[in-house]
């Protein structure tokens, strides 16, 4: 790739060029695409019709529950097909935008191919690595009753952890393949409206989310139906449904492998590049950013895919992935304690709503239309009141189907009012949603007071706008913690009094009831990642717009929707570690139930009071400062690189600035890419390796200390405080990031002496301190929260 990069064919720099030509000769077309294109269109019909036989097949002798999510998700495949077709009918513009465009798109594809190249090199190491473990562990009465043994689990888990690490990489592929190109339309279409700008670029980030999130139903419902079958499950002798969701733990933790791996790179990358740009060419250069002569600023725009569409994308993948199975885990557990006589309502209850997601976030997808209107800037509606209109759409919708999918599956005589309850759950989840959104943009917009006191800050130097912005973020942490705190209470309580009970009496529903409220704030995940989509795309759009210079007047309409894509970004991000948070604390139960069926006795409380259980506590928070710490400090050392490789290019070639000399923008393209590999392999293995070998070690020590569940219950600590800690960390770094990013975007707008003044180059500052915060450290964190848990699932046999 760096060949590609380094060797590419730039063209003579002309005085205020116009033209950008592509870094390679021709687009990257993947391997398996490349084989499609090739077969006749009647037998690729065939082969489709085929295959929908088979899935709908494998659906109808499970459960009619499957056959109606697999209906949902092909329809929604077709409608991001639509989407997909609508976009790319847009023009691309003039030739200098269609020639930047490419060159953006040849550098995110490039680096794609070689990232996810090496992730799944380390996939399937990992893969021998779980298969080798699962060989020599333990195995549940469960299993051994229905035939199940040691070498059957390993290939299954080893089947679906590649299954989910594949489906989590096609995820992220799919979030950059559109950035790439919905970039330049929406560049296009500022020129004639904002309105237009913004519902190209809100159908584009539309197309992705209902991809990545129909994918993931789809790849646990195939998963799902595929091991009930074959295993045939509920038969005589056979293994139980309520004990079948266990089996499909390892789909999750690829989701999650995949995900950590895409955030760490792509986040390394684009901040490298980002703080590169920005410190040299805005501070020392005083050139705008995205300006032509900043040698850094393809490297930037390129980070935009590859850390904020691709990764994210994955991210969502892994985080609804997680939240299904340890959805499906608590329901089979609790239907299988009370004795219900049907359980495959509250087993694949979760894949239900989340086709529901599919539908209503369509719905407020298009709800988002073009109206005539002129492009000046003044005359055009907030973009963000018009994405907020299509979230209410959204968020209304999902209220009414959660309460029918509620009625319709988790109806049961034992307790005929359990479904009511279960659907305050529900909504208990859908306004903790709304609320974390509401949060992240009251703090990171800059219509409101806390942005705006941090920009003023600026107006006193570096130092103050680093204070105020750390204070920012550390405050930023209470509001949110207050309403999870008050929504995992709430739902825990009403699950409770559903009058759901155990053969002696107990209440059983109270971690089913988290588990439906952490379904509600997913409910309309499809929307909040259409919503983050849209960020690095009209930052692209900005990109293309001041690097082919056009009208001040196009800059103006895609500043505003650069401005509101970075609070969307900010906001989808609190969404996300509030979801993080609540699916942690389902896969931590499962974890818990998990334990307790391999160790064949209760395992319900963790004391830590116990002075292991409490180190093991102290190595999960260290394991999150560490962690970040790694993750900004290799952001740090990308970024020096680059500001080393931009200041030689301004010095050895002093015509740039005066437009006689081309910038070697392949140069720092592969900078970033080369460095953001190599860095993330160290937080990645740390996050993998660390559970494990604690789990192990203490597994020894309980041995020889009588304590057999030892390994377990540190484990349990580890993940808890981890937990904590992380959910607090990623919330500071997140908003903090956000913060400054829309501060120095505020001064920007001519506020406080606008570009150029001093108060500008201190918020300047302040943005590439927030950098790493925000689009590295902050993401990976929650998805590192989520990979802990998930792989202590994976992993259980061996603490015990």
Not at 215 to 224: D, F, N, P, T
Not at 344 to 349: A, N, P, R, T, V
Not at 487 to 513: C, H, K, M, Q, Y
Not at 683 to 696: E, H, M, N, Q, R
Request: a negative charge.
């Amino acid at each position: 790739m760096d060949d590609d990069m380094e060797g590419g064919n730039l063209g003579p720099y002309q005085d205020r060029p116009r033209t950008f030509p592509s870094m390679k000769s021709k687009a990257y077309i993947p391997w398996i695409f490349r084989v499609l294109m090739r077969i006749n269109v009647r037998v690729l019909l065939v082969l489709l019709l085929v295959c929908f036989g088979a899935i709908f097949y494998i659906g109808a002798s499970t459960s009619p529950i499957i056959v109606f999510v697999f209906s949902v998700c092909i329809i929604s495949f077709f409608v991001s097909i639509y989407l997909t077709k609508w976009v790319l009918a847009k023009d691309e513009g003039p030739p200098e935008m269609s020639e930047i465009s490419d060159a953006i798109r040849d550098g995110a594809e490039g680096f794609f191919r070689t990232q996810y190249g090496t992730i799944s090199k380390m996939a399937l190491l990992l893969g021998l690595v779980i298969f080798a473990i699962y060989l020599f562990r333990n195995t549940t009465p469960q299993q051994e009753s229905s035939g199940l043994g040691r070498a059957t689990s390993a290939y299954i888990t080893v089947a679906a952890f590649l299954f989910g690490a594949l489906c989590s990489g096609v995820a992220g592929y799919v979030g950059m393949w559109v950035s790439v190109r919905a970039n330049v339309r929406v560049s296009s279409a500022a020129r004639r409206s904002a309105r237009e700008a913004l519902q190209i670029a809100v159908r584009a980030g539309g197309f992705s989310a209902l991809v990545v999130v129909g994918m993931a139903v789809m790849g646990v419902a195939i998963l799902y139906a595929i091991l009930y079958v074959w295993l045939g499950v509920d038969s005589p002798g056979a293994m139980k449904s309520t004990d079948l969701p266990l089996l499909l733990v390892g789909y999750g933790f690829g989701a999650s492998f995949v995900a950590l791996f895409a955030q760490l790179g792509g986040g390394i990358f684009t901040k490298a590049a980002d703080v590169g740009a920005d410190l040299v060419g805005k501070v020392e250069q005083g050139i705008p950013e995205d300006d032509p002569r900043n040698p850094a600023v393809i490297a930037d725009l390129v980070g935009d895919n590859v850390g904020d569409c691709a990764a994210r994308g994955a991210d969502l993948f892994e985080s609804i992935a997680a939240e299904i199975i340890s959805a499906m885990i608590l329901g089979g557990t609790m239907a299988k304690h009370c004795k219900i006589e049907d359980p495959s309502g509250f087993i694949l209850f979760p894949l239900v709503v989340h086709s529901f997601d599919l539908v209503v976030s369509s719905v407020g997808i298009f709800s988002i239309r073009n109206k005539r209107e002129s492009g000046v800037i003044g005359t055009v509606e907030d973009p963000m009141k018009t994405l907020e209109k299509g979230y209410s759409v959204t968020i209304l919708l999902a209220v009414l189907t959660f309460g029918l999918s509620t009625r319709w599956l988790l109806y049961t005589e034992q307790a005929p009012s359990a479904w009511l309850n279960f659907a305050l759950c529900g909504l208990v989840g859908i306004v903790t949603a709304y609320a974390f959104v509401w949060i992240s943009k009251y703090y990171t917009d800059y219509k409101y007071e806390p942005v705006r006191t941090l920009a003023l800050a600026s107006s006193t130097g570096h130092g103050t706008n680093i204070i105020a912005g750390i204070s920012l973020g550390l405050e930023s942490t209470a509001l949110p913690v207050l309403v999870i705190s008050l929504a995992i209470v709430s739902a825990f309580w009403l699950g409770r009094t559903s009058g759901l009970t155990d053969e002696a009496g107990n209440p059983t529903g109270g971690l089913f009831g988290t588990a439906v409220a952490t379904m509600g704030m997913l409910s309309t995940a499809a929307y909040v990642l259409t919503m983050d989509m849209f960020g690095p795309i009209a930052d692209n759009a900005g990109g293309i717009v001041e690097m082919s210079q056009q009208p001040e007047s196009v800059r103006e309409i895609t500043d505003v929707l650069d401005a509101v894509g970075n609070t969307t970004k900010a906001t989808t991000k609190g969404f996300a570690i509030g979801s993080a948070a609540l699916a942690s604390f389902l896969l931590f139960s499962a974890y818990m139930d998990e334990v307790a069926a391999f160790a064949q006795e209760p395992f319900k409380q963790v004391d830590i009071a116990i002075p292991e259980v409490f180190v093991g506590g102290l190595l999960g928070s260290m394991l999150i400062f560490l962690f970040s710490a790694w993750a900004c400090s290799a952001v740090g050392r990308t970024a020096q690189e680059v500001v080393n490789e931009v200041r030689r290019q301004f010095i050895e070639r002093p015509g740039i600035m005066d437009y006689k000399e081309k910038p070697d923008y392949g140069r720092c393209v592969s900078i970033v890419a080369s460095a953001s590999l190599r860095e993330m392999i160290k937080p990645g293995a740390l996050a993998i390796i660390s559970p494990t070998v604690v789990g192990f070690l203490f597994r020894i020590l309980g041995y020889y200390t009588g304590h057999p569940l030892l390994g377990a219950k540190v484990v349990a600590s580890m993940l808890m405080f981890a937990t904590v800690s992380g959910i607090l960390m990623a919330l500071f770094l997140n908003t903090a990031g956000g913060a400054w990013d829309n501060a120095k975007k505020y001064i920007e707008t001519g506020a406080l002496g606008g570009k150029g003044s001093d108060t500008h180059k201190a918020a300047v500052t302040g943005d590439t301190v927030g950098d790493p915060f925000k689009d590295t450290a902050g993401p990976s964190l929650h998805v590192l929260i989520k990979m802990l848990a998930t792989i202590t699932l994976v992993m259980a046999p061996i603490f015990l």
